[in-house]
Structures are given as structure tokens and as C-alpha cells.
């Protein structure tokens, strides 16, 4: 966040907007739109002749982007919000600035944007730079393209009330408004799950300029109009005319199952919550940091057009900035790209000036590149988090957020279970990191961690898949796995389809020839072994306890998108290696914990499909980097 006399000066010139907005009760923008529909053609795109250039919002200083049900907390906001958004979501697809076109450039139906074609010979998949050194880069003005020309309809909104007084308050709501992020990993409020309520009903109440209404409401889904079976291609996707969240099967009837999204994302929430911490405690380098396997709830067919992605990537990005607070010393890294995009070809040369394409910066042409979008201020907004820019003040608000303060009397894994009270001081980590402890296990001074890292291919399969991990027994039925109570948690990998048998089987598992990328995670063991301590499972913590357990009760599996379950050892270089470490904890609350002493414990997972290939040592030290 900017320095307090920034601010002073920002909220000063709000107040004098806001000042002149309530004597002169002329609209907020130049024009003036006098019913809810969606405008002919939006504010935005009137104004450029050609190229849609990206700002953010600016207009009215730097504002922070609040989480949604913080945003929900500000009735004129919310409504206006809610407003905008269904004005939006009703343009013609066929116009740039549609919703729909604008939640395309990400992936389907690969198809060009602002007048930026694919590379030659490159026909899939979409402009998203994934598994690269820029996707959180690229993503920041993705974002605030989407935020300026939502706002744009928020304005019409407004100046759709008569001149007077609701209309004078609606804007002067305007002028702070950030499109707001969905904390999927933070302690919900007792009683509440970790699934906002705003976005799993499917009406909602606003005011209107005729009163109040009950309108369908514009996070619970979108509605094609029409969906086009050229631009989804696999069924049943191409005949869905809505997005749905945990189809009830995988026919054109499917309806979404929003109570299941619910107490599945709460049965993980705890996972979330150890991974985002390790994210932002233990990786100080931007490449290992921004190349981690990202976590994604995946409860949508077509993600991007769902209003629930832009929520969270929205909370990903602020991920990125609260990690950018930390480590300010690392960034973006030259490499050769290792998977193509629309405008990108593998080996391609990427670094912090490669043009993140199809977003323009300016009318000249110049596109956007990592480098200029490196401080979110620069597109208008922040996240309050960020406190006063101190990196203490980051920290204090990592660790009452995600770590060892989360929560009211220690973080529970699961409503219902007795848990003990975790001091948690680390999460999750990656090829030798490590994740949570027991206080009770404190060893001169130090913790013991444990986590499994997994690897495999990105395209081992035709399409997405899971990689679940248990401590305990589970049932078979994959339709359990995500509300077992002995899930560990679960490893998303996301890939699109592949078009070659796609005609009339979209579970077609087909391996794609050439692509030999592999993605990374690692799952956190730790908070589940401390349950397990508390149930009387195991005594302790200590590796002589710890790993004769694992060995015979960490279980996985795999699972596509479908719901039907594939064998470890038909995915391709599936290797799942669990790691120990010591960790120090911090001494204070705007401090982070120390690692160290970390070991491979082969014996573990070695000899199960998928499990550690032979490196010689049941315990095998390794070096920090």
C-alpha cells in the first residue's frame, strides 16, 4: 500500500470528487443510460478507435481490492457491483468488450483478440502463459482488463438512476470500488464456510432504479447466449448453455451441485491454508515461487467464464503482491518457454520484457510485460494486507492469516474434529522443503516437518486430473474422495483436451505425443499427522514414529475430471517422495520460521506405483538452495 501521505492525498481528492458529484447531480461519466440492458456498445470501446487499451482503473487513485465478503459488507458497492456485472454479462458475445469475449482470451475458443494473432502454425491454447515464468505476470493485466470494463458498466449502472440523492450516493460508492478476491485458504467465520454464500445462490436482491428486484444473480453462473458447440467442441461442455460447478453428471442435464463445492473446499481449507503459507514463507525465489503448482478449487466446466475465476484469481494475485511485499529482490527469470500459448511457441525466449500478449498498454501499440506490471499501483489498485508496505507488517498479516494465528484457539481441520491446538509454523513445500508441527515436538528449539512433493506430467492424461493423498483408510468410489475425512488433500493438474479422438468422447485419455512437461506441488502432512497424534494413532512427531506410519497408511490416488478413477502407474512419471525438515519457529509475530536439515525418507513411497524411485538411502540428506 502506498506511504500514509499518499494516502492522505488520495482519500483527500475522493473526498472533493465525492464533494463535487453531491452538488452537482450530473452523471458520473459523460453519458447517460436509462434502463438496465446491456449498452450497444460499451464506454470503453467507444472511446478507442481500434485498440483496447488497458489502465486498470485510475481514475480516482490507488483503491484496494477487498475480499468478497468484505465487499458484500458495503451495501451501495455490492449492489452497484452486482449491477454492473449483469449488465455486462448480457452484451452480445459478438462484441469485443462482451463478457464473453474478454473471458475467452484465456483458453476456448482459442480465437483472436484486439487484433493479436496466434504465431504461426499455433492454433491452441488460448493467450494464458501457464507453466511459465510470466503466468502471474500475465494474469495482472488480464485482471485489470476485466476490472476497468466491468466498472464501465457499473457507471452505466449508476447513471441509470434519476439525478437525486441515490443516485449521488451509488457513485460516490463508485469512486473506491476494486473488483474484489475470494480467500479460498483464511479461517472462515465460526459457523461459515470457506464457499461464499454470495456466490452460491441463484437469485439475488438489488435496487434498482424501479425499486427492488429479485434478478437471477451474476456470480451464481453465467448464461451463454447462445453457447456454440465450435467454440466448446467437447460435449457435453458445447451443449451446457450455463457453467456449472460439480456437475451432477456429464450429460447435457447436468446442473451444478453447489452444496457439494461447499463441503468439499471446507474439507480442504486447511490444505489451502498450509500451502499459501508455505508459499509466502519459504520460497524466496520468484521462479520457484511462480512456477509452483497453483492451487485451484477447479469447480467449474468452463472456468474462465464462470464469475467464481475471477474471484480467484483475483485472491491469486494477491498471493503474488503479498509475495512481491517479501521478496521485492526476485523476479521474472529468462528461460525458454517449456509449453505454448497462442502467441508463444515452446522454447520461445521469455523474460521480464516479452510482451504479455493481448494486452496494450498504450495506443503506440506497446503491449504490457512483466516488467511494467510489477507493481500492482500501476493499474490502480492494492490489497489492504499489504498494510504500510513494510515487510514486517506483510508478515504480521501472513501469519495471523494463514499461520500459527489463524483461527481462534487453533486452526481445526475439519468442523467436528477434535484437533489438538496447532502452533502452525510452516506449511507445505516443494522438492525440499517441508510443512507444519507439533509444539509438543519442539527438539532444541526445532519442529519437525513433513510433506509430499509429487511430480508428473502435465499432459499425462487427456485432460485434468487429481492427485488425491490420505492418511488412513478411504473408500474407493472417487465420488468420496473429496470428503473423506482422512484426505490429506488433493493436487490439481489442468490441461485443456486434446481435439485428436474429441468428436463424440471427451473422457478420451489419449497421451499427447512430444509433451513432456512436468509440473510440481507439494502437499502438506504435517496438520493431518497432528490429528493423528490427537486421536492416539501415533505418539509423536519424531521420524522413528513418523515414517513406519506413512509407510503403511499414506495412500493416492488419481482421479479425471469425469469422476473416474485412473492407475497411479498410467500417469505418466507420477513419482510422490515425502520429505522431512526441522524448522525453527519465529520468536515473534512479524517473523517467519527457519528450515533446515531437510531428508528424502524414501522408504516411505518407494516400491508403490508412484511412488519414490530408488536413490540409494532410506533417509537421504539434501541441501537447502
Excluded at 91 to 106: C, P
Excluded at 438 to 452: S, T
Amino acid at each position: 500500500m502506498a506511504a500514509p501521505s499518499f494516502m492522505r492525498r488520495v482519500l483527500l481528492a475522493i473526498a472533493l470528487l465525492h464533494a463535487v458529484l453531491l452538488t452537482s447531480c450530473s452523471p458520473l461519466l459523460s453519458h447517460q443510460v436509462e434502463e438496465l440492458a446491456a449498452p450497444e456498445a460499451p464506454t470503453l470501446q467507444r472511446r478507442q478507435s481500434s485498440l483496447t487499451l488497458v489502465t486498470g482503473i485510475t481514475a480516482f487513485g490507488v483503491q484496494p481490492r477487498l475480499e468478497i465478503r468484505e465487499l458484500q459488507q458495503n451495501a451501495d458497492q455490492w449492489n452497484i457491483y452486482l449491477l454492473g456485472l449483469v449488465r455486462w454479462q448480457a452484451v452480445n458475445e459478438t462484441e469485443k468488450l462482451s463478457y464473453y469475449q474478454i473471458a475467452g482470451i484465456h483458453g476456448r475458443p482459442y480465437a483472436a483478440w484486439d487484433g493479436v494473432p496466434a504465431e504461426e502454425n499455433i492454433t491452441r491454447p488460448g493467450y494464458c502463459m501457464h507453466v511459465s515464468n510470466v503466468f502471474l505476470p500475465w494474469h495482472r493485466p488480464y485482471l485489470a482488463l476485466y476490472e476497468q470494463t466491468l466498472y464501465q458498466h457499473m457507471v452505466d449502472a449508476v447513471n441509470a438512476f434519476p439525478a437525486g440523492a441515490t443516485r449521488q450516493r451509488y457513485a460516490a460508492a463508485a469512486l473506491s470500488w476494486r473488483m474484489p478476491y475470494w480467500d479460498w485458504a483464511a479461517t472462515p467465520a465460526d459457523g461459515e464456510s470457506v464457499y461464499p454464500s454470495a456466490v452460491t445462490t441463484s437469485t439475488v436482491t438489488v435496487t434498482m432504479p424501479n425499486g427492488t428486484n429479485t434478478i437471477p444473480n451474476p456470480l451464481y453462473t453465467y448464461h451463454f447466449h447462445p453457447v456454440k458447440q465450435a467454440d466448446f467442441y467437447f460435449n457435453p461442455f458445447s451443449s451446457w448453455n450455463v457453467t456449472i460447478r460439480a456437475p451432477t453428471n456429464w450429460t447435457s442435464n447436468a446442473i451444478s451441485q453447489n452444496g457439494k463445492v461447499g463441503s468439499d473446499l471446507d474439507n480442504s481449507r486447511v490444505s489451502f491454508q498450509d500451502r499459501v503459507y508455505n508459499l509466502l514463507t519459504f520460497y524466496s525465489n520468484f521462479t520457484q515461487f511462480g512456477n509452483e503448482a497453483w492451487i485451484d478449487p477447479g469447480v467449474s466446466n468452463a472456468d474462465t467464464y464462470d464469475p467464481l475465476f475471477w474471484l480467484h484469481h483475483a485472491m491469486v494475485d494477491r498471493i503474488f503482491a503479498l509475495w512481491q511485499a517479501l521478496y521485492n529482490d526476485s523476479y521474472v527469470e529468462p528461460m525458454a518457454a517449456v509449453e505454448q500459448s497462442f502467441t508463444v511457441a515452446i522454447n520461445d525466449h521469455v523474460d521480464e520484457n516479452t510482451p504479455l500478449k493481448p494486452f496494450h498498454a498504450n495506443a503506440n501499440g506497446d503491449m504490457w510485460t512483466a516488467a511494467t506490471v510489477r507493481s500492482p499501483q500501476t493499474l490502480g489498485y492494492t490489497y489492504s494486507d499489504l498494510g504500510n508496505g513494510s515487510i514486517s507488517a506483510v508478515k504480521a498479516a501472513v501469519n495471523r492469516l494463514y499461520g500459527r494465528s489463524a483461527g481462534s484457539g487453533g486452526i481445526s481441520k475439519r468442523s467436528g474434529d477434535a484437533r489438538v491446538n496447532v502452533q502452525r509454523e510452516l506449511p507445505e513445500a516443494a522438492v525440499e522443503n517441508a510443512s507444519v508441527t507439533a509444539p509438543e515436538d519442539i527438539i532444541d528449539g526445532r519442529n519437525r516437518q513433513y510433506l509430499a512433493n509429487i511430480l508428473s506430467q502435465k499432459f499425462a492424461l487427456n485432460g485434468s486430473y487429481g492427485i488425491y493423498l490420505f492418511m488412513g483408510d478411504f473408500d474407493d468410489d472417487p465420488a468420496s474422495w473429496p470428503q473423506s475425512p482422512n484426505l490429506v488433500g488433493t493436487h490439481a493438474v489442468f490441461a485443456a483436451l486434446s481435439t485428436a479422438d474429441a468428436a463424440s468422447n471427451p473422457q478420451a485419455r489419449t497421451k499427447r505425443d512430444g509433451s513432456l512437461i512436468h509440473v510440481t506441488g507439494a502437499m502438506p502432512l504435517t496438520s493431518m499427522l497432528l490429528a493423528k497424534v490427537d486421536a492416539g494413532d501415533i505418539s509423536c512427531m519424531n521420524p522413528e514414529t513418523v515414517i513406519p506410519y506413512l509407510t503403511d497408511n499414506l495412500h493416492w490416488r488419481v482421479g479425471m475430471f469425469d469422476g473416474s478413477q485412473i492407475e497411479p502407474q498410467d500417469v505418466a512419471d507420477l513419482t510422490i517422495t515425502v520429505i522431512s525438515a526441522e524448522v525453527e519457529p519465529a520468536s515473534r509475530d512479524d517473523q517467519f520460521p527457519q528450515w533446515s536439515n531437510f531428508e528424502v525418507l524414501t522408504s516411505i513411497t518407494q516400491g508403490k506405483p508412484g511412488g519414490a524411485l530408488f536413490l540409494g538411502h532410506e533417509r537421504r540428506p539434501i541441501a537447502h538452495k
